[in-house]
């Protein structure tokens, strides 16, 4: 209970605050060690986890890889991008697990830990990343940290922000809406280009001896992301309906890249209120829409509800799959089906 409350202190950014701020914590913390002084309540298991932290800082068994580069990353879609570009000579590590979303994520303390022997830390600009990205840094001084999204310009959406999952309190209660940049830039082909490029230049920044084996993967990815572009514009050329609904706005950069609309189920990281999800159900009506997006990453109530309205369905397509070139060729046809079905309807 103590070490829990002394972690979230940290987490919460307790060396940003200034000294006002700082008293309400030291004043809470004070009182629960009081109080579990009382109890005796204890945790042992945390603890321990800080002691192991300690002594693994000082391994020195840093440089035992055959010679690859450690690059840890912020999202498993980063780990295709890197491994395209570096290929055997690098081994990349994925900060938000698979199953999780990258608005949220906490890292864990072992992956902190598996920083000390990381050598760039490629990041992509992700909401986690704004609260992490000092401790991040802090847990491994030597190593790159790098923004892999410079360059580009980001789209702007309503507040990104999953904290209010799975409550009901709606944003209504909230006062105003906070507009945010929209963080979803690897599901554009063509700003993942940008990205390589970044990618290739931090390689070749750690690891000069090599540029050339990055320059031609480099060569070889871009012209991967070409064709991709070039099936996806392919796919959903003829589409009259180019309007979709989807739980989670991910799909901002895509559809403004293939000329579709994307209409968000959530806004600002939370359920629709009933009189939004009223004027969803009816918008979906009037363009005889038939299926609703969501993703496996994110519950999405809300998408059943308009789904069951509209005597349609939910389809799964994730922001997040591994084998991204692929993912994105999937999710270029199952839009161009359903759309077309819903057109054809009229
Ligand atoms: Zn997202």
């Not at 992490?132 to 999204?149: C, E, F, G, H, Y």
């Amino acid at each position: 209970m103590i070490m829990i409350m002394i972690i979230i202190l940290m987490l919460s950014g307790y060396e940003s605050m200034n000294s006002s701020e700082k008293w309400f914590p030291m004043i809470l913390l004070t009182l629960i060690l009081g109080i579990n002084g009382i109890t005796g309540c204890t945790s042992t298991d945390t603890t321990e986890t800080v002691n192991s932290e300690t002594n693994n800082s000082d391994n020195p068994e840093q440089t035992n890889h055959q010679d690859q580069l450690d690059i840890t990353v912020s999202i498993i879609p980063q780990e295709y991008f890197v491994k395209k570009i570096g290929g055997d000579r690098v081994r990349v590590n994925v900060m938000v697990e698979p199953g999780a979303v990258p608005a949220t994520y906490e890292p864990k303390p072992q992956q902190l830990q598996a920083l000390s022997e990381a050598e760039a830390y490629i990041g992509i600009g992700v909401p986690f990343e704004t609260v992490w990205m000092s401790r991040i840094s802090q847990a491994n001084p030597k190593m790159l940290t790098v923004d892999s999204t410079e360059g580009i310009e980001r789209l702007t959406m309503i507040a990104h922000d999953h904290d209010d999952h799975g409550n009901h309190d709606h944003h209504g209660d909230h006062g105003e809406q906070e507009t945010t940049l929209d963080p979803h830039v690897w599901l554009s082909p063509r700003l993942v280009k940008i990205q390589a490029q970044n990618i290739y230049e931090t390689l070749v920044k750690l690891d000069p001896k090599h540029q050339e084996i990055y320059q031609t993967n480099l060569n070889n990815f871009s012209q991967e992301i070409e064709e991709l572009d070039s099936q996806i514009r392919a796919n959903l050329a003829a589409l009259k309906q180019r309007k979709f609904i989807v739980f989670h706005p991910a799909w901002g950069y895509f559809a403004q890249e293939y000329n579709l609309t994307q209409v968000p189920v959530e806004i600002g990281g939370q359920e629709p209120s009933a009189a939004e999800l009223a004027e969803l159900i009816k918008e979906a009506k009037k363009e005889k829409i038939k299926v609703i997006f969501a993703q496996p990453e994110l519950s999405s109530p809300s998408a059943k509800t308009i789904a069951k309205e509209i005597k349609g369905e939910v389809l799964l397509i994730s922001p997040l799959a591994a084998d991204w070139s692929h993912n994105l060729l999937e999710v270029s046809q199952t839009f161009a089906k359903v759309l077309k079905e819903e057109k054809s309807r009229e």
